[in-house]
């Protein structure tokens, strides 16, 4: 008997056998090709959050609001007076300085790569120069009898505490070792700020006492006084200091 040679396979048998009638080979690659949920949630937000942050910070849509914006809120207490003080000074004169504080702090056996800090800070403050007018001792003022003549003594001027003005002082620059920067990072160090504000005002009162204030609120406290008295009647006036 002659025997039967199988048909030939053709493209067509091909796609028919790779093609799954009932569609379970798509679905099965489909379901191999997602990632589960999840995994695809936290990327979704990640990527809504990052989305969120680009467009306010480039200020994309000007009127969404920044969803990232900080706020300010004073939780402090009121202020406590503490004590009143009577005062008898007259201020005549006051002088504005400006300091630049330069503070290095370095180690003896490292290098400042490693420890050190240095730090810039612009420093602003003023100085006045007051009289005492309640130090006046027993006969300072004399009038005579017909009231038209009178003389002062005034004690010297001083200089009141040197006051800063945080508002006009500010840190410049500062570098700092490595060692310095993983410190600042784990704890702040207010002492820094505070020592660096004491220097500051130290070199300001320094620097008033090589200034004419004193002499220059003598000068006015006695135009002062001359005015006063003048406008009380009096027709010479004479005004001392020692």
Known sequence: MARRSAPERTSEHDEESDTDPSGGGGRAGAARGRLPWYFGLPIALAGVLALLLVTARLDLFPGLPDPFARREVDRSGPAVLKSIQNMSRYTAATGDFQVIVDLDQDARFLPSQLLGKRTLYVAAGSVGAYVDLGALPGGAVTVSEDRRTASV????????????????????????GLFDRIGDFFSGNPGDQQRLEV???????????????????????????????????FTTVDVTTG
Request: hydrophobic residues 40%.
């Open 153 to 176: 003594r005034l004690p010297h001027a001083k200089l009141a505490d040197a006051t800063l003005d945080v508002r006009r002082s500010y840190v410049f620059s500062q570098q700092r």
């Open 199 to 233: 220097l500051a005002t130290e070199k300001i009162q320094t620097a008033a006492r090589d200034t004419a204030l004193t002499a220059t609120a003598e000068t006015n406290t006695t135009a002062m006084l001359q005015g006063l008295l003048r406008s009380l009647g």
